[in-house]
């Protein structure tokens, strides 16, 4: 019998906080919200991802010209060093620092 009561009193007391917590977890649907992406805060995300890839696509194109000018740079200094080598001129010299052909005696730079 008190096994029974306790039960019964258990019950009563979860259906009672049931029944008390129904009205709280009601929710008021009564309004419709229709939102097709064109609010403030997608147009301030959109600006910024556009403006985050304009600055990335400008630092890409900084670093790719300035490999473009280094291989550039190299692919003379290997023409002119072949153009050096191969010269008639016995006073013409490849100087590696510089990078520029030079002359023995007066130390001037040639075009060979």
Avoid: H
């Avoid at 600006?47 to 696509?57: G, L």
């Avoid at 006073?91 to 001037?108: I, S, V």
Wanted: net charge positive; glycine share 2%.
């Amino acid at each position: 019998m008190k096994k029974l009561s306790l039960n019964l009193c258990l019950t009563l007391l979860l259906s009672g906080s049931a029944l008390l917590a129904s009205p709280l977890t009601l929710a008021n649907t009564e309004r419709l919200i229709i939102d097709n992406g064109n609010n403030a805060r997608s147009n301030e995300e959109a600006r910024q991802s556009k403006e985050q890839w304009n600055d990335t696509r400008m630092l890409r194109n900084k670093v790719n010209s300035r490999v473009e000018k280094e291989f550039d740079k190299a692919d003379r200094a290997f023409d002119s060093r072949d153009a050096c080598e191969k010269s008639y001129n016995l006073n013409a010299y490849w100087e590696p620092e510089t990078l520029r052909c030079l002359d023995r005696r007066t130390g001037r730079a040639i075009t060979p």
